[in-house]
């Protein structure tokens, strides 16, 4: 059980919100526009180069974020936060890539479902700059979705939010809710319902194995599924 309280949770998940729409929305835009660059212009390359600085950035607010709120508390010292590499947790993984035909086919029927040309554009965009073949491009994406993110939202989501509602709720809730952050949390409704059960599936392996590296290995082979469909989807 975690030692904090239920006002650490909120001043954690506000400081991080915050930040989360400070550096996309705030930072970046006035970066650019003190440099005298225009963002529409950007090259494929340059997008996806400010979207790798952009995810390192946030993987350490994020971090930094947890240590300076939980320091106090020795949350290491406690157990938290888990990260061991010795175990059969690879198991859990397979089991787990095993969800991606289901997560996938729930995706697509949700772009019929929710129509948006939001994010129409931003799957077209994604897979024209995929489609380009700069490595340097590709580079900086996947590492994006291989490296940075996995690791920043299954420490907040998995390792700080879930673990902190079980304090709260029999684990069912905690999971079910801390899902349901982490896919609102994207912003697009489109990708609510896959992301609720991956958020589900995350948190199942989370805690089955009691170690972070499944859920975030995890969380990596599925961005790279997505990625990579969209590299070898028919033109």
Request: aromatic share 14%; glycine share 6%; with cysteine.
């Amino acid at each position: 059980m975690v030692p904090w309280g239920f006002d650490k949770v909120f001043q954690v998940m506000v400081l991080w919100l915050l930040a989360y729409v400070i550096i996309g929305q705030v930072a970046v835009p006035l970066v650019l526009s003190c440099l005298g660059v225009d963002r529409l212009e950007l090259t494929v390359r340059s997008h996806a180069v400010l979207h790798l600085c952009l995810d390192i950035t946030q993987l350490f607010i994020t971090l930094g974020i947890l240590w300076s709120c939980l320091r106090a508390y020795k949350p290491r010292s406690r157990g938290l936060f888990p990260v061991r590499w010795r175990g059969l947790w690879w198991v859990a993984v397979l089991l787990g890539c095993a969800t991606f035909p289901f997560v996938d086919w729930l995706a697509h029927q949700s772009m019929g479902w929710f129509p948006s040309e939001w994010d129409a554009n931003w799957a077209s965009n994604l897979e024209h700059s995929l489609s380009v073949g700069d490595w340097i491009t590709n580079a900086a994406y996947f590492s994006v979705v291989s490296l940075c993110a996995p690791i920043w939202e299954e420490a907040i989501f998995r390792g700080f939010l879930l673990t902190s509602l079980a304090r709260y709720m029999p684990t069912p809730g905690a999971v079910a809710l801390s899902s349901v952050v982490f896919a609102m949390c994207h912003f697009r409704l489109q990708t609510f319902l896959p992301l609720l059960v991956l958020g589900g599936v995350f948190s199942a392996i989370f805690i089955r194995t009691n170690n972070l590296l499944p859920p975030i290995l995890l969380h990596s082979a599925w961005n790279l599924y997505v990625l990579v469909s969209l590299v070898l989807r028919p033109g």
